[in-house]
């Protein structure tokens, strides 16, 4: 027999009852008692086993993007960016390439309402001939910071206060008074935009500035888009509460019966592009994630299309072991010196091993499609075959070699050792158009919403004060509208 033919599958399932370790149970109904009516006894290993995989049936949940749902398909390139990227699977117009998608909401745990105020997290994993390429973004453009050390204390003030498990807003105020580069993210997320009406009817983004590098070494930096063939849409409050009320999964349960119907849900991707000698020529930072680059300077460029096809075998396998890492990259796509990407190429991967464990890339949903090869041995849980004798390299009694060499950013680092913020902060000028580019109806239900948070009964008045300066700064009408509502409600100013 090979034992190779029957590792873990349901494939391979036997036609009656087993243990773990494949002996026939003849009784799963009933424990192992002292006569009919006895005391249980210890030594029925079927009852403990049953009961001891139940207890570790959950695994811990995601710190952020706890809530999500997954699904399966294909990228398809449509348009030529060869001249770009050496990215094997962009190489050429028609070229497809295995997909899975997850899409999430960020703050709340994993069996909350879709429908709750909150980014949406949109990653994808590509399935490359060179590796798994993992776009780790978001449905908004830009972040609340741009420096990862601040990201824990951030996601702190969003999360339900520790005392009561309460999110409240005197916190989330309190925090970003201490940061003024988040207003561009409140005029996202306490817009209209904050509560999409779904997942397919959302866009994505990959948030960060990355670099593209093609075959000459030749790079550019570039920013990723995602825009839904059939729209964008949003729920108003009143419309929220009817759809949340009735279900608390309406988001995962459309994705999920879309795709049974047939009616798959299909983005095109779009690029940014920038050349890195003229980063400096901007009244902004282009690798401050705070920032959106303007549209009408920086002209979205198509290069394919994402359609999903396929929904999950198994939630828990290909939506909760599902894991992703802005740290992996492939050849042809590079990271930028953005400060919050820098620290995700870290962290992603290491929540994911304190998640799921050391070898979470051995798990299906995780592992390449490609051939590959290393000297990673054992750890816990791991499940590879592995008959070498050898296990170190370089080796006379292994033919493997270094893989092919591919061009990286080479320009040259400089600079002296500092914790420092970047000197281009520009903190309220988008915020401000953005603002301004909304009918007088979608400002004052953004305004409404910014009025709720800091007529918070906790909200002192020195934070109201500091935010209303920071909302003057974008828009002097902005500030104003925000005050009258506080003094209405009686609140302090």
Known sequence: ????????????????????????????????????????????????????????????????????????GFFEVTHDISHLTCADFLRAPGVQTPLIVRFSTVIHERGSPETLRDPRGFAVKFYTREGNFDMVGNNIPVFFIRDGMKFPDMVHSLKPNPKNHIQEGWRIADFFSHHPESMHMFTFLLDDWGVPSDYRHMEGFGVHTFVLVNAEGKETLVKFHWKPTCGVKFLLEDEAVVVGGSNHSHATQD?????????????????????????????????????????????????????????????????????????????????????????RIFSYQDTQRHRLGGNYLMLPVNAPRCPHHNNHHDGFMNF??????????????????????????????????????????????????????????????????????????????????????????????????????????????
């Open 255 to 343: 994705l999920y019966d879309a795709i049974s119907r047939g009616e798959y849900p299909e983005w095109r991707l779009f690029i940014q592009t920038m050349d890195p000698e003229m980063q400096d020529s901007y009244d902004f930072d282009p690798l401050d994630v705070t920032k959106t680059w303007p549209e009408d300077v920086f002209p979205l460029q198509p290069v394919g299309r994402m359609v999903l096809n396929r929904n999950p075998d198994n939630f828990f396998n290909e939506n909760e072991q599902l894991a992703f890492c802005p740290a992996l990259v492939v050849p042809g796509i590079h990271y930028s010196d953005d400060k919050l990407l820098q620290t």
């Open 384 to 493: 590879m075959q592995r008959s070498e004798e050898v296990n170190y390299f370089p080796s006379r009694f292994d033919p493997a070699r270094h893989a092919e060499r591919y061009p990286i950013p080479s320009r040259p680092l400089g600079g002296r050792r500092e914790r420092a913020i970047i000197p281009k902060e520009n903190n309220f000028q988008q915020p401000g158009q953005r603002y301004r580019s909304w009918d007088t109806a979608r400002q004052d239900r953004f305004v409404q919403r910014v009025a709720d948070i800091l007529n918070d009964p906790r909200c002192t008045q020195e934070i109201r004060r500091v935010w209303l300066g920071m909302l003057s700064q974008c828009d002097a009408s902005m500030g104003q509208k925000v005050a009258a509502k506080l003094q209405a409600a009686g609140s302090a100013l």
């Open 1 to 72: 027999m090979d034992p190779a033919k029957f590792r873990p599958s349901s494939a391979f399932n036997s036609p009656h009852w087993t243990t773990n370790a494949g002996a026939p149970v003849w009784n799963n109904n009933n424990s192992l008692t002292v006569g009919d009516r006895g005391p249980i006894l210890l030594e029925d290993y079927q009852l403990v086993e049953k009961l001891a995989n139940f207890d570790r049936e959950r695994i811990p949940e995601r710190v952020v993007h706890a809530r999500g749902a997954a699904a399966k």
